[in-house]
């Protein structure tokens, strides 16, 4: 009777000892799942903006996957808007956060270019592109809503109303930005006159004028409109025309009959290769 007590006792011990070393391994592996849930919260809050943070490119996932897509070159044709076809246009290659802005005629005449940095950010549901000087803060620029589908980028200023946000147009506008394929962007960097920068004028003091060839800066380049008010106001009896074999025969009728409709009375022809005044293209 005693040895079965003793029994009894020991297989009491036995579950009791059992029942600590399952209570210690369920407690192991409960602390171990609530520091695996924690690690991944942690991780997810290091990609998740605070409650009071602004969501950008650098904390919102969506942002960032729009930067990656804005990386190249963009063109608009733009100008006489609601009142006949463009007239400009304009070339925009993005860098990481640099975007370089480039304004051109439609023969070619580059007239204006600058660099702006900018920011992507979300404010609930808009995407807002924020651009301003390089090196400063975007409270210094101007802001617009945007989109980006496949090959075109929506540019749509003139939405915000209050402080937070600057407009670059105060009236609303839509423009649609189209991808420059990297191809087509390489071959406009190697060529250096296509053919509507054939259709240029530059002069030089002295009424000396050539058609089709691009001369360095301290040569004015014109079109046919410019050159008009330049022949009005100096009215010259006598202009020599350097023309490149490059150039456009209509384009080079035109400049002739324009001289001759402002009054120049004596036309010097000459052709560019032979002209002792013109220099080697830059």
């Known amino acids: 009777m005693i040895v079965q007590d003793k029994v009894q006792v020991q297989l009491t011990s036995l579950r ?66 609601l009142k006949g076809a463009p007239n400009t246009r304009s070339v925009k290659t993005i860098e990481g956060n640099i975007e370089t802005m480039q304004r051109y005629n439609l023969q070619g005449k580059l007239s204006r270019e600058w660099q702006v940095e900018f920011i992507l950010q979300k404010d609930g549901d808009l995407k807002i592109f924020t651009f301003y000087p390089v090196g400063g803060k975007p409270g210094q620029g101007a802001s617009f809503l945007y989109r980006i589908q496949g090959d075109r980028f ?23 930005w189209h991808r420059v394929k990297e191809e087509d962007a390489n071959k406009e960097k190697q060529v250096k006159l296509t053919p509507p920068l054939l259709n240029i004028i530059t002069v030089m003091p002295g009424d000396h004028i050539f058609v089709g060839h691009r001369h360095n800066n301290k040569y004015r380049e014109m079109n046919l409109d410019e050159l008009q008010e330049h022949l009005k106001k100096y009215k010259p009896k006598q202009v020599t025309l350097a023309i490149d074999q490059k150039a456009d025969a209509e384009f080079t009728k035109k400049v002739i009959e324009l001289c001759k409709e402002t009054g120049v009375e004596k036309i010097d022809m000459r052709d560019k290769i032979d002209d002792p005044v013109a220099k080697p293209e830059e």
């Open 154 to 176: 929506f540019d749509v200023p003139g939405m915000f109303t209050g402080e937070k946000y600057r407009n670059y147009l105060q009236e609303p506008a839509f423009w649609i």
């Open 16 to 81: 009791k000892i059992g029942l600590v070393c399952l209570g210690l391994v369920l407690f192991a592996a409960g602390a171990t799942a609530l520091q695996a849930d924690e690690e991944k919260q942690a991780a997810e809050n290091e990609t998740q903006p605070a409650e009071n943070e602004t969501r950008t490119s650098k904390n919102d996932p969506e942002l960032k996957e729009d930067l990656k897509k804005l990386q190249g070159t963009w063109e608009l044709y733009h100008g006489n808007e």
